[in-house]
């Protein structure tokens, strides 16, 4: 099932051209919030009142992850006003909802970069995950996403799939990133997160990548990406690429701004086993995540929303997504 394909007319084409996974994926595209509480009449003012949950990652400054802090020793502020914390979770043992999403485009067939990749995948899935975590894989190439395998804590089926997944067609990054958090959200866990694999070649997308962080970070679900052997050669990039001066230096910003922006983090490994490293650090992120929820009351008139986090130990290194617009 194919949860985007675009139009290659139009940036952001009437629906279903761009987006025929959901209405609230069309809104998205038009750059409209995420659907919410409708606004109401405050002191003569509109108010949107909108429910914001986001995951939440704290470490020392050391990189050890936090695991003992209680709802008291968070402070949310939203552009500039203190929130009220409605949901508090973090327990390391609960299961998680992973999606994979997958570059299969015709570069990652280059440098054995896509087997190296479903073997890694296949070491993470059988030895890392734990049977209750349930994950999907999205994959992409040719301005599509789709379904390979839906979520399910049974492995058989992904690894078979993953196991047929060959590099074929050029590389919409950057829309990718843009639709799949909206599929991400509907696993059944609290703790979820989106694993971006690919080595950062675009060559395709409609959207820049701040749009594609933009829309992304709509979503409480924060993105990890993993930048596989990200092409060094300024030669090589040129063949693959249709932006005129693409670098690995700006890959790689493009690639660590998707996962700032949600909340998430970047790897840039070279090696299989830096990707396993990589694999299994996101492991461990993901079972550290704080989950906290709060209600918004904001003038519906200021549409970007920042959200900043900060632990009462001020030496602490907070980290959740950005924002997001109304």
Do not use: C
Not at 87 to 107: C, E, N, R, W, Y
Not at 207 to 226: L, M, Q, W
Request: hydrophobic share 40%; glycine share 6%; proline share 4%.
């Amino acid at each position: 099932m194919d949860i985007a394909r675009r139009s290659r007319k139009m940036k952001n084409p009437p629906p279903p051209a761009l987006f025929i996974f959901a209405a609230a994926l069309l809104a998205a595209a038009a750059g409209q919030a995420w659907p919410q509480d409708k606004p109401q009449e405050l002191h003569g003012s509109e108010v949107s009142v909108t429910s914001v949950t986001i995951a939440v990652t704290v470490q020392t400054k050391r990189g050890k992850f936090v695991n003992d802090l209680e709802r008291d020793d968070f402070t949310i502020t939203e552009n500039g006003v203190k929130q009220v914390l409605t949901q508090f979770k973090h327990d390391f043992l609960a299961p998680s909802s992973l999606t994979i999403l997958l570059d299969v485009s015709g570069s990652m067939a280059l440098l054995d970069k896509m087997q190296e990749s479903r073997d890694a995948l296949r070491k993470f899935l059988t030895a890392s995950l734990r049977p209750e975590d349930e994950t999907a894989l999205l994959i992409f190439a040719d301005g599509d996403v789709e379904v390979a395998s839906g979520y399910s804590t049974e492995r058989a089926n992904l690894l078979k799939v993953l196991e047929k997944t060959e590099a074929y067609g050029k590389t919409a990054l950057n829309d990718a990133v843009a639709v799949s958090p909206e599929f991400a959200r509907r696993g059944r866990h609290d703790k979820k997160a989106l694993l971006l694999i690919t080595d950062g070649v675009e060559n395709d997308s409609q959207y820049s990548p701040a749009e594609a962080a933009e829309t992304a970070r709509k979503i409480d679900v924060p993105i990890y990406t993993i930048g596989y052997k990200i092409p060094l050669d300024e030669r090589l990039l040129a063949r693959h690429t249709k932006a005129a001066g693409m670098t690995a230096t700006g890959i790689v910003e493009s690639l660590a701004g998707f996962s700032r922006a949600t909340g998430g983090k970047a790897f840039f490994p070279r090696t299989p086993e830096e990707m396993d490293k990589a694999l299994d650090e996101v492991r461990r992120e993901m079972g550290h995540q704080y989950i906290l929820s709060y209600t918004s009351h904001a003038d519906a008139s200021v549409k970007y929303r920042r959200i900043k986090v900060v632990a009462r130990d001020k030496s602490l290194v907070v980290r959740t997504r950005e924002g997001y617009e109304y």
